[in-house]
T-cell receptor, first 114, second 114 residues
Framework: ETGVTQSPTHLIKTRGQQVTLRCSSQ?????VSWYQQALGQGPQFIFQ???????GRGNFPPRFSGLQFPNYSSELNVNALELDDSALYLC?????????????FGPGTRLTVL | GENVEQHPSTLSVQEGDSAVIKCTYS??????FPWYKQELGKRPQLIID?????GEKKDQRIAVTLNKTAKHFSLHITETQPEDSAVYFC?????????????FGKGTRLSVIA
């Protein structure tokens, strides 16, 4: 067990709604990265938070936003949901030190947009 | 930015045979190459990784090779077993002060036939 947890497990929303997904990082990790994994695809990087600051962003529109808290847990918010937002959302935590980052994934939140 | 190509997309092998999955990357600055295994409905799990200062790494039945000149790296699984059946993702990341996002390939669905 990696120690990274996510909630909720599953979520169903309708187009135009807003959603908040949550991630608790592994103990000792101060960096959280969020990925979107569409069906049959590899995870795609959304953004990363390091010590409560956004530390890099992938090719996702501004309606995808995030937050990291002092305990290093994180939230992903998506506004104005679209059908294509249906995917598995994964967060991964890492220690944020050293030259390489070994990332440990949570179980994911399956978002369905109808 | 980095682009990772992964082949094949599907692979079927007989139990006991070897399986090889290949990835190429585009960014010569990439220096960390992890491989993840994702079973159906579960989180990606890191199974092995290789850093740019070595050409090969082995862990029991799993090995990874890296050719930085050609910008490709491969996963080798020997003596395959039915429990090796899963989707495998390669990833690459360029160094950036110790916290950089992973760029994933699209995955290889490995089926080991008993």
């Amino acid at each position: 067990e990696t120690g990274v947890t996510q909630s909720p497990t599953h979520l169903i929303k309708t187009r135009g709604q807003q959603v908040t997904l949550r991630c608790s990082s592994q103990s000792g990790h101060n960096t959280v990265s969020w990925y979107q994994q569409a069906l049959g695809q590899g995870p795609q990087f959304i953004f990363q938070y390091y010590r409560e600051e956004e530390n890099g962003r992938g090719n996702f529109p501004p309606r995808f936003s995030g937050l990291q808290f002092p305990n290093y847990s994180s939230e992903l918010n998506v506004n104005a949901l679209e059908l294509d937002d249906s995917a598995l959302y994964l967060c991964a935590s890492s220690s944020g030190t050293g030259m390489y980052n070994e990332q440990f994934f949570g179980p994911g939140t399956r978002l369905t947009v109808l | 930015g980095e682009n990772v190509e992964q082949h094949p997309s599907t692979l079927s092998v007989q139990e006991g045979d070897s399986a090889v999955i290949k990835c190429t990357y585009s960014d010569s600055a990439s220096n960390y190459f992890p491989w993840y295994k994702q079973e159906l409905g579960k989180r990606p799990q890191l199974i092995i990784d290789i850093r740019s200062n070595v050409g090969e790494k082995k862990d029991q039945r799993i090995a990874v090779t890296l050719n930085k000149t050609a910008k490709h790296f491969s996963l080798h699984i020997t003596e395959t077993q039915p429990e090796d059946s899963a989707v495998y993702f390669c990833a690459a990341t360029p160094w950036n002060s110790g916290n950089t996002p992973l760029v994933f390939g699209k995955g290889t669905r490995l089926s080991v036939i008993a």
